[in-house]
């Protein structure tokens, strides 16, 4: 829509792959998502542009390579994937899919663009869960190291905490190969945890809304306490909450898109930012939340349950994150405010909300198997 | 044949991929191979000791699953992938294959391994490529990282060379993550390139003969060579042949691998040995098959042609390989006497040798279609 209001010919690739495993596991969106041809006509209606859809998926390479000889795209937005990390740790066939879907749908597109639009620009989403949680700052894609009296610019090593975090590795090892052999150009935009509601494009009319999503596997932190927040329920904080992580108003990410499209790439080159806007651990937005909501009258306990991931609770973190302030990007920083406005919007759709979607059932590290223990 | 030998329960895994690929391909190993069956009697025969098999793809991950849970083994050595990097850049039919049966495969083993022999210790055959040529000397898997006034030990970065070397980093990724989150034990062998045509085992029987490959998609740099030298060929020097690289003799392959199963790895540890035994640059094999040959009275010319491979020819190269030796390998070293044994082999076969398939037609950057000119 962002690019559709700009004047840009859009079209869209969907295999509603979203929807279904929201479907398999009884789970929604707090906000209602109309039908891709509903949203698609309320856009004609709202701004008069047309949207190009194709329904299918990009692990069939043929269907997205005749996608892209049909539109000759001189910018691939790529955001079809898999993105959830409990989804990918819940068994051996969802981590399958997640890699399967993730990787072969993203080595699809590098193919048909090297075949069909070697100079177009793939901007792709990845995710600074590649990073990890190192020792060192997180520099955006490479660090230059000296190593016994010698020095090179070399990808940033990844420690990658979900089995769908390594899917975006594998992605970023992909596209930079192409880019370095084939020279084609791409931007990574390794983005922080998303939170908020609205765009200012879906913010034009309820059928346009994004999906917002709260539940243990599609969910994000912050949506999560804000939902127990109004629907009365303790904020689960996942052991200590000392867990640092970048965080971005979904504003914001539409707004970063916008940026990196506007600056593409040189050829052969593969760019990457660290797309977020401020780091905070998880015990900060419990307190966040719980003041903000105690403004408005919800009263909020919080309650650290055992985490359900393997991960470090209290670490170093500290991620450069300058490229696309230097580009431009003016943040919406995390407040109250915000936060309230956040609330006011779940409480308009409280009825929705699935309670039982909320606790953490997906573990890292499962219990052994009575055969694994005999 | 090596464990076996050693009076360990053995059972082998194989869908015979390799020979389906040489067989679309029209190639085929210089040596004969025996079917399975008539491998596993014939060392039978010779040894004494039983070989169990189980015909079906790791792809299938309830396959591979009854068989971990059949077998309960205490080792696991993976050599179950597609080795090829010209076979994963002829087109992106075969890169998706490579990628899918590389890592969807070994994705299905860790999780075979984590529900049922969770104490059970990976083998796993990486390769050198992995890393490229960086300007900096390779290490053994990890680097320590000085950076900004803070230290880390983190994993190598990785700079691959084709989309079959991106897929083994993409499996060094998900064993690290099956390390570091289940507790499982391995150790990455990233070995250099192979030359030679028997082991200790093999020449035991010819019909325990392995593979020896020299075409332009299966086989090896001095296979290659030695294979012109006896049918009267140039040998076809890719470009100015400076590129450097480590290898070593199937002989010390065997000799790794056993040396690898025999000190696991720690729970939770991904341990990375570098395999090779000696580094040269392809243009010093060329002499070496040349001299060697010329002892042998064959008339042997050096072509350099067109490098079908997008790869730097001249740049630093100096990889640490030191582990092994601790463990007590004591390597083969190549040299004329080696050469010229292998050159002995090659003409035992030479009727053999299929000449087609030995000049370069995978190009890592093939020429623009039509349409992408127009």
Redesign the interface.
């Known amino acids: 829509m962002r690019f559709s209001a700009r004047g840009h010919e859009v079209s869209v690739v969907d295999n509603f792959a979203r929807r279904r495993w929201h479907q398999n596991n009884g789970t929604d969106s707090l906000t209602p998502i109309r039908s891709l041809d509903e949203r698609i006509d309320a856009w004609r209606e709202v701004s008069g542009h047309e949207l190009r859809s194709f329904v299918g998926g990009i692990e069939d ?1 043929d269907f997205l390579e005749q996608v892209v000889v049909d539109t000759k795209p001189q910018a691939i937005i790529h955001y079809g994937e898999q993105p959830s990390a409990p989804y990918s740790m819940a068994n ?2 969802q ?2 899919e997640t ?2 879907t993730n ?2 749908g993203n ?2 597109l590098l ?1 048909a663009m090297r ?2 639009v ?1 100079g177009a620009h793939l901007v792709k989403l990845g995710t600074m869960g590649e990073y990890g949680t ?4 997180i520099e955006e894609g490479y ?1 230059e ?4 009296g ?3 610019t ?10 769908y975090h ?1 899917s975006k ?2 992605d970023s ?2 596209i930079h ?1 192409a880019c ?4 084609l150009r791409a931007t990574d935009l390794n983005q922080g945890v998303v939170y908020g509601i609205e765009t200012e494009e879906t913010a034009q009319d309820e059928r346009l809304a994004t999906r917002f999503d709260y539940d243990e596997v599609f969910g994000t932190v912050l949506n999560r306490f804000c939902v127990q927040a109004v629907i009365g329920r303790p904020l689960t904080v996942y052991g200590t909450g000392g867990q640092t992580r970048g965080f971005l108003n979904v504003r914001d990410t539409i707004n970063c898109v916008e940026l990196a499209v506007g600056s593409p790439a040189d050829a052969g080159e593969f760019r990457v930012y660290n797309q977020f806007t401020e780091q905070f651990n998880v015990a900060q937005l419990a307190e966040l939340v719980k003041e903000a909501a105690g403004h408005l009258d919800y009263e909020v306990g919080i309650e650290n349950i055992e985490n359900p991931r ?1 991960e470090m609770e209290e670490h ?1 973190y500290n991620a450069t994150h300058t490229k696309l302030l230097d580009l431009g990007l003016d943040p919406s920083m995390l407040g109250e405010e915000l936060v309230e406005s956040m609330l006011h919007e779940i409480e308009r759709n409280k009825d929705r909300v699935i309670a039982a979607a909320i606790e953490p059932k997906t573990r ?2 499962p219990a ?2 009575a ?2 223990a005999s």
């Not at 190192?134 to 700052?137: G, R, V």
């Not at 070399?154 to 089995?163: C, D, E, T």
Request: charge should be positive.
């Open positions: 390479g051996r066939e981590a399958v890699q399967y990787v072969i080595l699809n193919f075949d069909h070697p190192p020792n060192i700052d660090i190291i000296e190593h016994k010698r020095k090179d070399l990808p940033f090593p990844k420690l990658p905490g979900s089995l390594c590795v594998h090892t992909n190969f370095r052999i084939w020279g393997v170093y890292w590290k052994p198997t055969e694994v």
